[in-house]
Every structure is written in structure tokens, then in C-alpha cells.
């Protein structure tokens, strides 16, 4: 596609629950991160993938948290027993060989 | 642990003017450099990339430099803009590739 796609746009759910949010990347487009952006701050990288596979997964906070990316193009975050403090703004980006960056519009994420 | 640290927090400029926004890193190994604007709900928009044997890009009536001996990089906006309102995101790609480091942003407001 032209840009970066993430589904769904708003995500509202219950503590406790599970969620999965999806990242289309620029075709193309070998190299992929997924970043957390909370209110006031500048987004936190969480993972990185290049091609298929999870190159540096240092930045996921815990065991609840996931990241696939199978056929080295879609890409799905994976959120296990939701709790409030996960309520943020989840960006993806791609980029080619990890050169410029490009951004999604992001997928807001509420767990009540 | 690479730290990025944007002056000033936020800005609030009369339309013409020509200001300067600061980031500055606690690494001086810094490689490739990308600043971004980002609109209130929105997603970041690549503005400008300095690889690391670059000194500065240009952009329209954007110029961002890189003093690597320092730490520090500089983003120029020349005659400014209601429309240049928005946050200004910083990034530094960490030593091992595999992800952009952010500061926490510059808030610009231009009033018209």
C-alpha cells in the first residue's frame, strides 16, 4: 500500500481481556518495529523485526506481550491479560533495511 | 543507555518568525538522525533523515543539523507557519540498528 495501515484505529477493552492489533507495512518494506506512545511522552520501541523475525524484542515489557510477523509482511501485536496501564497509543513503522523510518497513524488502545 | 533530551518542552512563536528547536543525546555515537512532526491524534511524519556521515538536510524552509562531536542536533524553521503547529520529535537509531530512541518532543504553537 501506499503507507503504513494499522487496524483497528480505537480499541476499547475490559482488564483482563486479550487483544490483537495489526500493522500492514509499506510493501516493500523488510524492517518493522512496533513502538507505545503514552500521553506527553515520545513513542517507546517495543520490537523490531527484520523479515520474519523478531530481531531485537528488548523493549517488549513483559511476557504478556507479543509480536509476529509470519510471511514477513503483516505484522500482529499480541496483548495477553490486558491491564489499564497498557492504555496507549501503539505505532508501527517500516522502513527499508532500517534506513527513514514511516509511521502508521497508529492504533489507540483503552483498557477500563 | 542512549537518552534524548529535546529544549525547549514547548514554544509559542508569532507567524514569521524563524526559531530553532534543540536535541540533544547522552551518546555521541550517533548514526542515523530523524526528526518528525506529529499532529494532535496523529501518527509522525518523517521530515527530515541525517545519516551519519551527514552534517544537514534540507527541506524546504526545514534544516536540521547534526554536531556529532556534541550530541547535539539542530532543527530550523525558517518563516513560520500556523500550520507548522505541532509536536517535533527527535530520534537517534541505536548502535545496534534496530531502533530509533526518542525524545520526548517540542510543542510548537504558531500564532497567526
Known amino acids: 500500500g501506499a503507507g503504513v495501515s494499522q487496524t483497528p484505529s480505537n480499541k476499547v477493552t475490559e482488564k483482563g481481556k486479550y487483544v490483537e492489533l495489526r500493522c500492514d507495512p509499506i510493501s516493500g518494506h523488510t524492517a518493522l518495529y512496533w513502538y507505545r506512545q503514552s500521553l506527553g511522552q515520545g513513542p517507546e520501541f517495543l520490537i523490531y523485526f527484520q523479515g520474519t523475525g523478531a530481531a531485537d524484542d528488548s523493549g517488549l515489557p513483559n511476557d504478556r506481550f507479543f509480536a509476529v510477523r509470519p510471511e514477513g509482511s503483516v505484522s500482529t501485536l499480541k496483548i495477553q491479560r490486558t491491564e489499564r496501564g497498557d492504555s496507549a497509543v501503539y505505532l508501527c513503522?517500516?522502513?527499508?533495511?532500517?534506513?527513514?523510518?514511516?509511521f502508521g497513524e497508529g492504533s489507540r488502545l483503552t483498557v477500563l | 543507555k542512549q537518552e534524548v533530551t529535546q529544549i525547549p518542552a514547548a514554544l509559542s512563536v508569532p507567524e514569521g518568525e524563524n526559531l530553532v528547536l534543540n536535541c540533544s543525546f547522552t551518546?555521541?555515537?550517533?548514526?542515523?538522525l530523524q526528526w518528525f512532526r506529529q499532529d494532535p491524534g496523529k501518527g509522525l511524519t518523517s521530515l527530515l533523515l541525517i545519516q551519519s556521515s551527514q552534517r544537514e538536510q534540507t527541506s524546504g524552509r526545514l534544516n536540521a543539523s547534526l554536531d556529532k562531536s556534541s550530541g547535539r542536533s539542530t532543527l530550523y524553521i525558517a518563516a513560520s507557519q500556523p500550520g507548522d503547529s505541532a509536536t517535533y520529535l527527535c530520534?537517534?537509531?541505536?548502535?545496534?540498528?534496530?531502533?530509533?530512541?526518542f525524545g520526548k518532543g517540542t510543542t510548537l504553537s504558531v500564532s497567526s
Open positions: 530520534a537517534n537509531l541505536n548502535q545496534a540498528g534496530t531502533a530509533l530512541i
Open positions: 513503522a517500516s522502513s527499508l533495511n532500517t534506513g527513514e523510518l514511516f
Open positions: 551518546d555521541s555515537a550517533i548514526y542515523n
